[in-house]
């Protein structure tokens, strides 16, 4: 377990080998929270993909 | 990184026996692995506070983890739903919206509450994880103490109670296994072992204690040295020339003052008529462990600290064992509630010692006027009294063992270079200490800072 900074900056323990895939997934929701979507908007977006 | 900032770290860490390594890695904020945390130095954060993000993950299968957690959701109860909604972005694609309700990032909720690393305000979860690091410390102390916690099938075997309590702490089921069989064969191979373990204790020699001259204790005594050769304005070129040789000499002389002890301590356990299982457990003791009490911090006073010996290491010196301490240590052994654990029993056998000691040994200095304030107090140090220096020794150590003075740990060695003197008041507190180097005055001390002397008692 590692850990690493979250999209909000925080302390968040992950498996090391998710790291890439974490990390990819908090910059998606940085951007989708810079152009204003909604969390629930934000949790359909990465659902789909 | 700001070299204090790692120090404190490390310093943290040690007191849960867990190393610290700073490491440089791209986005990576610290991990734990073995026993030890890693910080990544190279990556701007709150490092402390990581660190203490990473250790209380060390200690989260813990029974006081469980317990602080349980207090933590409880007292947060009405807001849980919303605190773990929060978590259901930052966890994303590592656990579904549903693991989280049920309550699978609960550890995690409660470790951020620890370490102000949660996006809800809780003004006391700072407190509460300082409180918890405490107890998990309190617990790593505890098992360093002599085991005195009888398991039953130990209590319910013929023995007295301090063969139960080598039993207790003598057989780790690898090397030393218990004896089998039962009854009173079972009981005769136990005393046999005791007998053999402790003749083993007294014929150690002096190999078995040869100080590494680049122990980290016996480099800070040089460096102490030095600094004192210097407060009184003597030459160090000596010394600074050529640390090795500094280091060498240090570490011999103090490998032969600790045997000195050792063998002092031995000598006199063949003659007293006290059990062997008691001889054995703290011939033991003094061997693994040195027992100090910390005088010198603010917030701990009293506390009594008790440490791990390496052998090869450690400069301090051995256990007060004399006739008084050992007595008062077999004869209280049955009064266990009363103190919680060995180490404070061993200090309150130092503190009788000690009571008789200030007492005994007052002297009257020719041309001293103390104008009723306190009396002086003299150990004949080897140069003056060779044959009886190191039970002087234990005298003084035990005397000045409630002040901040090295001397409750480096007696011997003190009195091995000269006497020593304890300016101590009508309720025997000791105020000041004057050390000699041979005939001149190595050091003078007060009781209220390490420099400096209190102008008025």
Same mark, same amino acid.
């Given at each position: 377990?590692?850990?690493?900074?979250?999209?909000?900056?925080?302390?968040?323990?992950?498996?090391?080998?998710?790291?890439?895939?974490?990390?990819?997934?908090?910059?998606?929701?940085?951007?989708?929270?810079?152009?204003?979507?909604?969390?629930?908007?934000?949790?359909?977006?990465?659902? !789909?993909? | 990184?700001?070299?204090?900032?790692?120090?404190?770290?490390?310093?943290?860490? !040690?007191?849960?026996?867990?190393?610290?390594?700073?490491?440089?890695? &791209?986005?990576?904020?610290?991990?734990?692995?073995?026993?030890?945390?890693?910080?990544?130095?190279?990556? =701007?954060?709150?490092? =402390?506070?990581?660190?203490?993000? =990473?250790?209380?993950?060390?200690?989260?299968?813990?029974?006081?983890?469980?317990?602080?957690?349980?207090?933590?959701?409880?007292?947060?109860?009405?807001?849980?739903?919303?605190?773990?909604?929060?978590?259901?972005?930052?966890?994303?694609?590592?656990?579904?919206?549903?693991?989280?309700?049920?309550?699978?990032?609960?550890?995690?909720?409660?470790?951020?509450?620890?370490?102000?690393?949660?996006?809800?305000?809780?003004?006391?979860?700072?407190?509460?994880?300082?409180?918890?690091?405490?107890?998990?410390?309190?617990?790593?102390?505890?098992?360093?103490?002599?085991?005195?916690?009888?398991?039953?099938?130990?209590?319910?075997?013929?023995?007295?109670?301090?063969?139960?309590?080598?039993?207790?702490?003598?057989?780790?089921?690898?090397?030393?296994?218990?004896?089998?069989?039962?009854?009173?064969?079972?009981?005769?191979?136990?005393?046999?072992?005791?007998?053999?373990?402790?003749?083993?204790?007294?014929?150690?020699?002096?190999?078995?204690?040869?100080?590494?001259?680049?122990?980290? =204790?016996?480099?800070?005594?040089?460096?102490?040295?030095?600094?004192?050769?210097?407060?009184?304005?003597?030459?160090?070129?000596?010394?600074?020339?050529?640390?090795?040789?500094?280091?060498?000499?240090?570490?011999?002389?103090?490998?032969?003052?600790?045997?000195?002890?050792?063998?002092?301590?031995?000598?006199?356990?063949?003659?007293?008529?006290?059990?062997?299982?008691?001889?054995?457990?703290?011939?033991?003791?003094?061997?693994?462990?040195?027992?100090?009490?910390?005088?010198?911090?603010?917030?701990?006073?009293?506390?009594?600290?008790?440490?791990?010996?390496?052998?090869?290491?450690?400069?301090?010196?051995?256990?007060?064992?004399?006739?008084?301490?050992?007595?008062?240590?077999?004869?209280?052994?049955?009064?266990?509630?009363?103190?919680?654990?060995?180490?404070?029993?061993?200090?309150?056998?130092?503190?009788?010692?000690?009571?008789?000691?200030?007492?005994?040994?007052?002297?009257?200095?020719?041309?001293?006027?103390?104008?009723?304030?306190?009396?002086?107090?003299?150990?004949?140090?080897?140069?003056?009294?060779?044959?009886?220096?190191?039970? !002087?020794?234990? &005298?003084?150590?035990?005397?000045?063992?409630?002040?901040?003075?090295?001397?409750?740990?480096?007696?011997?060695?003190?009195?091995?270079?000269?006497?020593?003197?304890?300016?101590?008041?009508?309720?025997?507190?000791?105020?000041?200490?004057?050390?000699?180097?041979?005939?001149?005055?190595?050091?003078?001390?007060?009781?209220?800072?390490?420099?400096?002397?209190?102008?008025?008692?």
């Amino acid at each position: 377990m590692i850990t690493v900074k979250s999209y909000d900056g925080r302390m968040v323990t992950i498996p090391e080998e998710k790291k890439d895939e974490y990390e990819q997934n908090q910059r998606l929701i940085k951007m989708y929270l810079k152009q204003g979507k909604t969390k629930e908007e934000i949790k359909e977006l990465l659902k !789909n993909g | 990184m700001d070299e204090s900032i790692k120090q404190r770290i490390i310093e943290f860490n !040690n007191q849960f026996g867990i190393k610290t390594v700073f490491v440089t890695q &791209k986005d990576v904020m610290g991990y734990a692995l073995g026993n030890t945390i890693y910080i990544n130095e190279s990556v =701007e954060q709150d490092y =402390e506070k990581t660190n203490r993000h =990473e250790l209380l993950h060390f200690f989260e299968e813990t029974p006081e983890f469980e317990a602080t957690k349980k207090r933590l959701l409880e007292e947060h109860a009405d807001k849980l739903d919303d605190i773990r909604s929060e978590y259901e972005l930052r966890y994303f694609g590592l656990y579904s919206e549903e693991e989280i309700k049920a309550g699978v990032l609960d550890t995690e909720i409660a470790i951020d509450m620890m370490v102000d690393n949660s996006s809800f305000e809780y003004e006391d979860g700072l407190k509460i994880g300082d409180d918890f690091l405490g107890q998990i410390q309190h617990s790593i102390e505890e098992k360093r103490y002599l085991n005195l916690s009888l398991t039953a099938n130990i209590r319910g075997m013929n023995l007295s109670d301090w063969e139960k309590i080598f039993v207790l702490n003598y057989y780790d089921g690898k090397e030393r296994r218990l004896p089998q069989g039962k009854g009173a064969d079972r009981v005769q191979a136990i005393r046999e072992d005791i007998e053999k373990y402790l003749q083993e204790l007294y014929e150690l020699d002096e190999t078995s204690m040869q100080i590494d001259s680049h122990s980290p =204790e016996v480099i800070r005594e040089y460096e102490s040295e030095i600094k004192a050769l210097k407060a009184r304005g003597e030459d160090t070129f000596y010394l600074e020339s050529d640390p090795e040789r500094g280091y060498e000499e240090i570490a011999r002389r103090i490998s032969e003052q600790l045997y000195a002890e050792y063998k002092h301590i031995v000598d006199l356990m063949k003659g007293l008529d006290i059990e062997p299982s008691l001889k054995s457990m703290m011939l033991r003791e003094t061997l693994t462990k040195v027992y100090k009490l910390d005088r010198d911090n603010e917030t701990n006073k009293g506390k009594t600290i008790v440490k791990n010996r390496k052998l090869n290491e450690s400069i301090a010196g051995h256990m007060i064992l004399n006739e008084s301490t050992l007595q008062f240590i077999y004869e209280h052994i049955g009064n266990l509630d009363e103190f919680k654990n060995f180490a404070n029993l061993y200090f309150a056998a130092v503190e009788i010692y000690k009571n008789t000691v200030a007492e005994k040994s007052q002297i009257t200095l020719e041309g001293v006027d103390t104008y009723g304030k306190g009396t002086w107090i003299k150990f004949d140090g080897k140069g003056t009294d060779e044959e009886n220096y190191l039970e !002087n020794a234990k &005298k003084l150590s035990a005397l000045v063992q409630d002040t901040p003075w090295c001397t409750k740990q480096l007696a011997s060695s003190q009195l091995a270079n000269g006497d020593f003197y304890v300016f101590v008041d009508a309720e025997q507190k000791p105020h000041i200490a004057v050390r000699m180097e041979g005939k001149s005055i190595g050091e003078v001390r007060g009781i209220y800072n390490r420099t400096r002397i209190r102008r008025r008692i």
